[in-house]
């Protein structure tokens, strides 16, 4: 059983910062991309952006500059440092992982249940 677990959420002020971190634990065979996405009240999951296991990152042009990935294959966990967030950035964020349980399995995207971030005005 594989499992994310997301931390590091909580409330700032416009223009602070927060850093995200998710930890994927259970029976893991390999991690291919992982990534964060988040979803705003009444819109749609959107990615904010995602790491491959060799450390190409793809992010949205409303983060680019202000967010940063990053992982620690070692310890099978990803970040998200967020800075100069603003009131958009508000969400709820979740860590999404592509694991290959096992040699036998095929690869599974996997999500995590979400920390809150609220920026405020």
């Known amino acids: 059983q594989v499992q994310l677990v997301e931390s590091g959420g909580g409330l700032v002020q416009a223009g602070g910062s927060l850093r995200l971190s998710c930890a994927a634990s259970?029976?893991?065979?390999?991690?291919?991309?992982m990534g964060w996405y988040r979803q705003a009240p009444g819109n749609q999951r959107e990615l904010v952006t995602s790491?491959?296991?060799?450390?190409?990152?793809n992010s949205a042009d409303s983060v680019k500059g202000r967010f940063t990935i990053s992982r620690d294959n070692a310890k099978n966990m990803v970040y998200l440092q967020m800075n100069s967030l603003q009131p958009e950035d508000t969400g709820v964020y979740y860590c999404?992982?592509?694991?290959?349980?096992?040699?036998?399995?095929?690869?599974?995207?996997?999500w995590g249940r979400g920390t809150q971030v609220t920026v405020s005005s």
């Open positions: 790491i491959t296991s060799g450390g190409t990152t």
């Open positions: 259970g029976t893991i065979f390999s991690i291919n991309r």
């Open positions: 999404n992982a592509i694991i290959q349980p096992s040699v036998l399995k095929y690869e599974y995207s996997y």
